[in-house]
């Protein structure tokens, strides 16, 4: 999607991908696997990348159960399961997508210590999980469906769960960043957004959390941790 897109978001109100293709970037994907394999493999790809600065930033060593929603093929479920060996985990995506994660676990030696799961995070998500992990997620969608997704995960969290949100934060001032950069490409794509400190807190207020600590990393990323209320 080129540049025009921005500009036809900016003319019509719709996402420039929804309006050029007729359906949202997941439909497509979900009706084109040779596309979405693609996509699949390149974010898998970048979560390698990243995996190498959340997992040691944040300690994961004190929970027991521990599911990635929206995990993708399991690449960041895969790098938290090998670096501590006392937690068992899972992963949560549409059925098109988790095809791919047993056999990663399986090649990274954790396939008995993580369970696969399918369905839709709009509709419920997997229960009895001390710790929900999104990454890049949330960035994908506005306020509402970000809310929708994060109050099903409130009603599956016993008292006492955290919810780790990996995103990069959006700083207040005019100064350059990635973040902003990406912001865009999100209003175009999906209609999602980049968001500040505030903001997230904001989201987490509106679902059922509250925003604890943001953890830096030595990237662009950061785990941003709340607890329910």
Not at 4 to 15: D, L
Not at 25 to 50: H, S
Not at 94 to 100: A, C, D, F
């Amino acid at each position: 999607m080129r540049a025009s897109g921005a500009f036809m978001r900016v003319k019509t109100g719709e996402i420039a991908f929804d309006n050029r293709f007729g359906e949202s970037a997941w439909e497509y994907y979900a009706k084109n696997p040779e596309d979405a394999a693609v996509f699949n493999d390149a974010m898998t790809g970048l979560t390698e990348m990243v995996n190498a600065a959340v997992i040691p930033a944040y300690d994961f060593s004190g929970l027991k159960k521990v599911i990635d929603i929206g995990g993708g093929h399991g690449a960041l479920m895969a790098g938290i399961l090998k670096a501590n060996p006392s937690v068992q985990g899972a992963v949560f995506d549409l059925p098109h997508v988790t095809e791919g994660s047993a056999a990663r676990m399986a090649s990274a030696g954790v396939g008995d210590r993580c369970d696969i799961t399918s369905g839709d995070f709009f509709a419920e998500v997997p229960a009895g999980y001390d710790a929900y992990v999104m990454k890049f997620i949330i960035h994908d969608w506005d306020d509402e469906k970000s809310i929708a997704i994060m109050k099903n995960i409130r009603r599956a969290m016993a008292d006492g769960g955290r919810l780790l949100l990996v995103e990069q934060i959006v700083s207040a001032d005019n100064a350059p960043s990635f973040a902003k950069f990406i912001d865009v490409n999100m209003l175009v794509m999906t209609g999602g957004r980049e968001r500040t400190e505030q903001e997230f807190a904001d989201l987490f207020a509106a679902s059922g959390f509250r925003l604890t600590r943001v953890v830096p990393t030595e990237s662009v990323f950061c785990v941003i941790e709340a607890e329910c209320v």
